[in-house]
């Protein structure tokens, strides 16, 4: 059973930093993707940033430069470094786990993240305002 648990979330002044986790575990995919959606309130979900098996990451413009991912596979863990964080920033923030080519860009034009990623954490909520 694939089982997904967020952790790092919390409040922080705009312009501060953020380090979200996220541990899996119940899955032993070679190829898979792994990702970070957000979803403020009264909002749809929106993919924040994804990377595949081969390392390639993929991020929304919005957090482009500010925001990394990564993963370590050694502890079944995935990151999510948020920098100079902006109110627009808030919303409560999921891991997510697709199998096989990441879809995110898929995603960004529109399409459903339920269609692509089947397994999903609880989310962790990140609050940013002064």
């Known amino acids: 059973q694939v089982k997904l648990v967020e952790s790092g979330g919390g409040s922080v002044q705009p312009g501060g930093s953020r380090r979200l986790s996220c541990t899996g575990s119940?899955?032993?995919?070679?190829?898979?993707?792994m990702a970070w959606f957000r979803q403020a309130p009264g909002k749809e979900r929106e993919g924040v940033a994804s990377i595949d098996s081969d390392g390639r990451t993929n991020y929304a413009d919005s957090v482009m430069g500010r925001f990394t991912i990564s993963e370590d596979n050694s502890k079944n863990t995935l990151y999510l470094q948020m920098n100079n964080l902006k109110p627009e920033d808030t919303a409560m923030y999921y891991c997510a786990l697709q199998r096989g080519m990441c879809r995110l860009s898929r995603v960004f034009a529109g399409d459903d993240p339920f269609t692509y990623f089947g397994f999903w954490g609880q989310g962790t909520q990140v609050t940013v305002s002064s």
């Open positions: 119940g899955y032993r995919y070679i190829a898979h993707c």
